[in-house]
């Protein structure tokens, strides 16, 4: 027979183990503090914050400097000079609102690399949004370029007179088309999955920031060049329609639908090429 050895007398609670949670530890040995209200990282919230403001102001900025230069379709984007400044303003107008959730992440994980002693250099998420920027300015000059060129070739066929609408309804319906291909789905995938993103993609240093800025800008591009080229045919120099383009965007990237907010852009774009062909009274409408 076996021999049966007695059972171990159950623990009372006041034997039981207490779970002691250890509080986190910065480098130099101490806790590290936690800037928290109500759940919330007060300095991401203040990243958000910084964000907007900037972008409200080169809202106001942009206003300001196209008062009265609307003319519907195919407006004249000015000198090079006049043009390049414009642009990055409104970069910063139309897309730090929707790149927010993508520079808190990359501000998150290079904290926490901070954090864990780990090379992370202060001032990398402001090279990492320059380098954003530079992508899509480096795009802007390129259709400055094009649309320079063509007026020169075509003056007629880039004009707000009745010839330019028609090309203009075609520039915006092609948009619309490019909302449902596949090319169009794996940018926008690229774009709302800020954290698959950055950890793919981690470089250090400044040189690694500008380059993870520049690569999520061509991601950008990638995504929504067509509604930028829409935006040259409806006015670039139109703060209302700067609006609308910059709402698609904010839409597609942020609500959880994607599909749903996908397909609804590329609907509202149709209605407007149908618009700006059939009524081009709605051009200069838009103008603010």
């Not at 090079?80 to 400044?85: A, I, V, Y």
Request: aromatic residues 10%.
């Amino acid at each position: 027979m076996r021999a049966k050895w007695p059972r171990p007398p159950p623990r009372g609670a006041h034997d039981r183990r207490r779970i002691v949670a250890r509080p986190r530890l910065t480098t130099s040995g101490g806790p590290r503090p936690r800037a928290t209200l109500a759940g919330v990282d007060l300095r991401e919230a203040t990243l958000v914050v910084v964000l907007l403001v900037l972008a409200a102001i080169s809202w106001l900025f942009t206003a300001a400097r196209m008062d009265g230069m609307d003319m519907g379709s195919w407006t004249d984007p000015g000198s090079l000079g006049f043009f390049t400044t414009t642009w990055v303003v409104m970069l910063a107008a139309m897309m730090f609102p929707s790149v927010a959730p993508m520079v808190i992440a990359y501000a998150r994980i290079h904290r926490h690399r901070r954090e864990t002693g780990r090379e992370a250099r202060p001032g990398s998420t402001a090279v990492f949004v320059a380098g954003y920027l530079a992508t899509w300015t480096a795009f802007g000059l390129l259709s400055y370029g094009l649309y320079v060129a063509a007026a020169g070739l075509f003056p007629t066929a880039l004009s707000p007179g009745e010839g330019g609408r028609y090309v203009a309804a075609g520039v915006i319906l092609a948009a619309a088309l490019y909302q449902l291909t596949s090319a169009k789905d794996v940018c926008l995938s690229k774009c709302r999955t800020p954290m698959d993103f950055i950890l793919h993609r981690l470089r250090s240093g400044y040189g690694g920031a500008l380059r993870m800025g520049v690569e999520h800008g061509a991601w950008c591009v990638g995504c929504c060049w067509a509604l930028m080229a829409a935006l040259f045919a409806l006015g670039v120099m139109s703060v209302g329609w700067m609006a609308v383009v910059g709402a698609f965007i904010a839409v597609e990237k942020m609500l959880p639908w994607k599909r749903l907010a996908n397909r609804s852009v590329a609907v509202a774009l149709a209605v407007i090429a149908v618009v700006v062909a059939l009524s081009p009274a709605v051009m200069p409408a838009m103008a603010l």
